[in-house]
């Protein structure tokens, strides 16, 4: 099944309350541990579930959780490094 272009139109599977977990857990996993937004974004438009955010937002991965710290460390080294680079253009240009 291809999405259509119209969000409104668009036919979707109905997700029954049992199929709610194991099919937020199948595409967290295959789409490489999105967050929520993305997750929501890629859920809604196929399926259809009254409370899908809610159960997106209530999902808990135990990867991801493991994984936190060690991205905040990433991104923080991330912005270190950007403001160096920036930093050392600067002085290029004095
Ligand atoms: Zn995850």
């Given amino acids: 099944m291809v999405p259509g272009d119209n969000r409104d139109t668009q036919w979707k599977f109905a997700l ?11 595409f967290h996993t295959m789409l490489g541990h999105p967050g929520s937004h993305r997750m929501h974004a890629t859920l ?5 579930h009254p409370h899908l955010w ?4 209530r999902f808990a991965c135990e990867e991801c959780q493991q994984a936190k ?11 270190i490094g ?3 680079v920036l930093l ?7």
Avoid: C, N
């Avoid at 029954?16 to 199948?26: A, G, R, S, V």
């Avoid at 809604?44 to 259809?48: F, K, P, S, V, W």
């Avoid at 809610?54 to 937002?57: L, N, R």
């Fill in 82 to 84: 950007i403001l160096l």
């Fill in 16 to 26: 029954m309350d049992f199929m709610i977990w194991p099919t937020i857990h199948w």
């Fill in 54 to 57: 809610i159960h997106i937002e």
């Fill in 69 to 79: 710290p060690y991205l905040v460390l990433a991104m923080v080294h991330s912005l």
């Fill in 44 to 48: 809604q438009a196929q399926y259809h």
């Fill in 88 to 94: 050392g253009r600067k002085f290029q240009l004095i």
